[in-house]
């Protein structure tokens, strides 16, 4: 049997687990978060209809670190349903800068994973990276702040070494 469980009763237990004065956030998306998603992944109109509602409850500059980084995707979503003009302006320079600073991580974590395998060091490209490769339309869409890359854990001080001659600093 299928049972339907309301937020509500899943946050309970995570509210119970809080500190008095504790800063901890329920894990679930508060109202204006849930129509920042809508508007950044819905279609047919819905997107729209959410990215309206969230504009009145929020300004942009006041929201949330996790929202901040949902704007450049909503913006593409919203531009590919139609939505032109004052209502995108907002979102068109957040995106812009998502789009040059996730580019110039990836043309950073290229230069790394070149001086990595030259150095005779196996590598593996994690979290962002990877996500921005196999599950968005464009770098923009997805902010990137790093790059992460693993290697092998005996290879670790021969990877420092190598990134060092190649310019990085840890």
């Known amino acids: 049997a299928v049972r339907t469980v309301r937020m509500t009763e899943l946050d309970a237990p995570i509210r119970s687990l809080r500190r008095p004065g504790s800063h ?3 894990p679930w998306p508060d109202r204006p978060q849930a129509l920042l998603l809508r508007a950044a992944l819905a279609e047919n109109g819905q997107a729209i209809e959410a990215w309206h509602g969230f504009t009145q409850l ?7 670190r996790g929202s901040q980084r949902l704007l450049p995707l909503a913006y593409r979503n919203l ?7 004052a209502q995108l302006s907002s979102l068109k320079n ?14 950073g974590g290229a230069q790394a994973l070149q001086a990595l395998h ?13 996500l921005g490769a196999c599950y968005y339309q464009d770098p ?18 021969h990877a420092i070494e190598i990134l060092r001659i190649a310019g990085w600093t840890p």
């Open 24 to 26: 901890l956030r329920s």
């Open 140 to 157: 923009g869409s997805r902010p990137m702040a790093d790059f992460d890359v693993m290697v092998p854990f005996e290879s670790a001080r």
């Open 94 to 107: 957040i995106y812009k800068h998502a789009w040059y600073r996730s580019h110039d991580q990836l043309r």
């Open 58 to 64: 929020v300004e942009l500059d006041q929201i949330d």
């Open 118 to 130: 030259e150095g005779g060091l196996e590598t593996m490209v994690l979290k962002g990276a990877v």
């Open 79 to 85: 531009l590919r349903q139609g939505v032109e003009g």
